[in-house]
């Protein structure tokens, strides 16, 4: 069936929410300095979208490190169903901590965090007020080859403080063989009376930690390509970021050189290692980056749909998963768009293999998986790595206050057994007539 015109609608909203300074920042254990300098502006974008037979969808995306649970109350508080409701962060590592359950992450400044709860309530109460006026849009998807991140784990021979040998073991190091999601994915809602974007939602699974100023608030990539975009498209529209599992992927910035007596035997025995470099060498990457995202737009196509939603959320507690999980849990959620995308999502840092477990359960052509949902509580590995003694699947867990974390044997099935149990509750959800 073609899309209808008059079943799809779309409401976007966006707010600047960028600190006043100084501040602290989130996201680098024992980061202790505040920042004093800002080199982007940090948003909160939202959009909105409903189909012939539903309740509308919300999908907001912040320009933080986690979003923590205010979004979410605060959309319960303005009448919006859970399941009905995605919040998700960049996961940049240059703007303040709103999320109090990470402290050691970053503390959380009282003014900020009561600043930015008002700014959440008064863009949901201008989404509810204002739907009615929103225009009819049909949907475009594109997805653009994009080799610009590249898998952070890989084993090596690290360096004590010395700058001498120490027993090889699985470090955070460039590795061109480990798996990658090397695409640039984008849906686009256009006005159908003029063509022009409404809301962009685009994914590319990569970490924001490479801009070189440590004590600078920035939005970092995120901010970057969603100027790129804007500029393309002439108007300040509402540019939603999904982080993909990006848990193990970090920008591709190398340098093959080592410091010290012994540089030229690490670079022999490890390969190139991370290197950011100067502003001048992150800003070439970013605009690569952008380049690609403005080659989505430019080339994303009609997608044909009934604008059907139907929409799932579970809430599944860590101990599922792991032993000495304490009380956190663990989201998951789904908006499904008939015949454009499934888009689902995990409370954690999910890394790029948990991609195949999510395709297990779901099927659709098109399915966006991602994480950085609500309050992450950590990482979630996949099974094979749990030997492997790296950050993804065990060093993290100080940092994220869960020192005794200890995920089972049987991750995997625990994982699928979770996403399994999200289908079923989405499939009792899709409205009449809904595949």
Not at 20 to 26: E, G, K
Not at 43 to 55: F, H, K, M, R, T
Not at 339 to 345: E, F, N, P, R, T
Not at 410 to 421: G, I, P, T
Request: glycine share 6%.
């Amino acid at each position: 069936m073609d899309n209808e015109p008059e079943t799809v609608r779309c409401f976007a909203v966006c707010r600047d929410i960028t600190p006043d300074l100084p501040i602290s920042l989130a996201g680098y254990f024992g980061r202790v300095k505040q920042s004093n300098t800002v080199v982007s502006p940090l948003e909160l974008n939202l959009a909105v979208i409903s189909g012939p037979d539903a309740e509308p969808v919300f999908i907001l995306q912040g320009d933080v490190l986690s979003m923590g649970m205010i979004p979410r109350e605060a959309a319960r508080a303005a009448g919006i169903p859970d399941e009905r409701f995605l919040s998700v962060a960049s996961h940049t590592h240059f703007a303040p901590a709103v999320d109090e359950a990470l402290p050691l992450l970053g503390s959380v400044d009282t003014q900020y965090l009561s600043r930015f709860r008002e700014i959440l309530t008064g863009m949901f109460d201008e989404a509810i007020a204002k739907f009615e006026t929103a225009q009819a849009c049909r949907f475009f998807y594109s997805e653009v080859g994009c080799e610009l991140a590249i898998n952070r784990r890989k084993v090596i021979v690290p360096r004590n403080r010395f700058g001498w040998p120490k027993i090889p073991r699985m470090s955070n190091h460039p590795n061109e063989k480990g798996p990658t999601d090397n695409f640039l994915k984008m849906i686009v809602v256009r006005r159908v009376s003029d063509g022009l974007p409404v809301s962009i939602l685009w994914s590319f699974a990569c970490h924001p930690v490479a801009y070189p100023k440590m004590l600078s608030v920035t939005s970092e990539f995120i901010g970057h390509v969603r100027e790129r975009l804007r500029k393309t498209v002439g108007e300040k529209i509402s540019v939603v970021y999904l982080p993909g599992l990006m848990g193990n992927q970090r920008p591709r910035l190398l340098s093959p050189n080592y410091p010290g007596l012994l540089g030229a035997f690490f670079a022999r025995v490890n390969g190139p290692r991370f290197h950011c470099g100067s502003v001048e060498d992150w800003e070439k990457w970013a605009n690569l980056l952008a380049d690609k995202a403005a080659s989505a737009l430019e080339t994303a196509a009609p997608i044909e749909t009934t604008g059907r939603l139907s929409a799932a959320h579970i809430t599944v507690p860590l101990a599922n998963f792991a032993a000495g999980a304490k009380t956190r849990e663990v989201d998951f959620q789904v908006i499904d768009i008939e015949g454009v995308a499934q888009i689902v999502s995990v409370s954690a840092e999910p890394v790029v293999e948990l991609g195949a477990l999510f395709k297990q359960v779901f099927t659709a052509d098109r399915v966006l998986a991602t994480g950085y949902t609500d309050s992450i509580f950590g990482y979630i590995p996949v099974t094979s790595m749990l030997a492997e003694k790296g950050y993804e699947d065990m060093r993290f867990r100080t940092a994220f206050s869960l020192p005794s974390l200890k995920f089972y044997n049987d991750l995997n099935d625990r994982f699928v057994k979770s996403l399994s149990a999200l289908k079923l509750k989405l499939d009792g959800c899709k409205p009449q007539g809904g595949n």
